[in-house]
Structures are given as C-alpha cells and as structure tokens.
C-alpha cells in the first residue's frame, strides 16, 4: 500500500492516507505503523509521512511483483478483464510460490508493465516507472498516448474499456469549457468524442504521442 500510494505521487504518505485510502481505522493503521517500524520495514515521524526502508522496499517491490505479474497472468492467459483481476490478484498474491510466481513471469515473456500500464519490478527489484501526468492538465490540440491508468475504481475501468480507452491507446484532446474539469477527448481516430470529468482524467495518466 505505501508503495502503491507513492508511486504515482510525491504527495507525503502519512497514516491519515493510509486510513482514508483502506477505509481502514486511523488508530488501525496506527498500530499497523507502529509495528512495522518496529520489525525494520517503515520509518514514522510523530505526525509526519510514513516511509519504507531499505528492506521495507525490498519487501514492497516483491509483492508488488507478484501481484502485478498475477494480474497480467489473469487477464493475458485467463481472459479476465481488466477491472476483474487487482482484487483476484490481491487474494492469491500471498498464496503462489516465488517458484510459480518465476514461471508465470517466464510464460509471459518477463513483461515490463501489467493491464494498467503499472510497472512490474525485475527479479532484482529494479522498477522503472514511465514519465506521464495526469491527463486533468492536458491542453486543446494535444496528441497523447494513455500510459497508466489506476485500477483502483473497477467502474471506470469498465467504462473506458467500453469507451475504447485503455493503455496505448492515442487520444486527442479538443476544447473544454471555460470553469470545466470536463475533457473532451476523440479516441484514436474513431469518430465522435469522449467527455472525461475530474474523477476519470485524475487516474488516467498520459505522455505525449511523440515522446
């Protein structure tokens, strides 16, 4: 989770996110902080952000490994759809193997990033995340290619698969209104556009077509 939650941002992790991203309880997450600064994983400033350590990241980009490589298994071999499989993945993540984890890694042909467009950690734990933004600050007349989109509203993956926007996929923004978090957006080059409010176009992450 505190990988997940940093990866994407350089907003400070602190146990008040952690609460409001899990639905857990604040003094729940507290208590999990605590213990886990006390076993080496976290380092926790009094009122302050939550950060891994050295083994903490060690340990995070393992299961982050695991799950993301489950998640393309499921979708790529399963036929799962996108929407489907972080909750699936989230159940069987702890239960695989590293020796089946290794082999779906090898069946797949070692892929670089999952559905999402979500990196996958090598085996030695290297990680490199795609330079994108979010697609909220896209400008009229702009040709991109959608790089990442967070799995974390299972609604609106279904929306832009049926929308036809998924990773890769090119988008060409046209005018919005002034006072509007509204995009328009035309979709490749399908004909027609697609509106995109605030809550779509901040999880859908872009780079430019030509970069």
Same mark, same amino acid.
């Given at each position: 989770m505190i990988w997940g939650l940093s990866e994407w941002s350089t907003d400070p992790v602190t146990p008040t996110l952690i609460a409001r991203k899990t639905g857990l309880r604040l003094s729940s997450v507290s208590d999990a902080v605590r213990r886990l600064t006390e076993q080496g994983f976290l380092t926790h400033d009094p009122y302050g952000a939550v950060e891994l350590t050295d083994c903490g990241r060690t340990h995070a980009l393992e299961m982050v490994r695991r799950h993301r490589l489950i998640e393309t298994f499921l979708v790529e071999v399963l036929d799962c759809t996108w929407d489907q499989v972080h909750n699936e993945a989230?159940?069987? +993540?702890?239960?695989?193997?590293? &020796?089946?984890? $290794?082999?779906? $890694?090898?069946?797949? *042909?070692?892929?670089?990033?999952?559905?999402? *467009?979500?990196? !996958?950690?090598?085996?030695? *734990?290297?990680? +490199? !995340?795609?330079?994108?933004?979010?697609?909220?600050?896209?400008?009229?007349?702009?040709?991109?290619?959608?790089?990442?989109?967070? $799995? +974390?509203?299972?609604?609106?993956?279904? &929306?832009?698969?049926?929308?036809? !926007?998924?990773?890769?996929?090119?988008l060409h923004v046209g005018d919005t209104a002034p006072f509007s978090d509204t995009v328009e957006v035309q979709v490749d080059d399908l004909p027609g556009t697609v509106s995109l409010g605030g809550q779509a176009t901040d999880r859908i992450y872009v780079s430019h077509a030509d970069s």
């Amino acid at each position: 989770m505190i990988w997940g939650l940093s990866e994407w941002s350089t907003d400070p992790v602190t146990p008040t996110l952690i609460a409001r991203k899990t639905g857990l309880r604040l003094s729940s997450v507290s208590d999990a902080v605590r213990r886990l600064t006390e076993q080496g994983f976290l380092t926790h400033d009094p009122y302050g952000a939550v950060e891994l350590t050295d083994c903490g990241r060690t340990h995070a980009l393992e299961m982050v490994r695991r799950h993301r490589l489950i998640e393309t298994f499921l979708v790529e071999v399963l036929d799962c759809t996108w929407d489907q499989v972080h909750n699936e993945a989230e159940n069987l +993540e702890h239960a695989v193997s590293d &020796f089946l984890v $290794d082999k779906i $890694d090898r069946y797949l *042909g070692s892929p670089t990033r999952d559905p999402h *467009g979500d990196p !996958i950690p090598d085996t030695r *734990g290297t990680v +490199e !995340i795609p330079r994108a933004a979010r697609l909220t600050g896209a400008t009229p007349g702009e040709t991109l290619t959608v790089e990442r989109i967070s $799995d +974390e509203d299972p609604s609106l993956l279904q &929306f832009l698969a049926e929308k036809r !926007i998924t990773v890769g996929t090119v988008l060409h923004v046209g005018d919005t209104a002034p006072f509007s978090d509204t995009v328009e957006v035309q979709v490749d080059d399908l004909p027609g556009t697609v509106s995109l409010g605030g809550q779509a176009t901040d999880r859908i992450y872009v780079s430019h077509a030509d970069s």
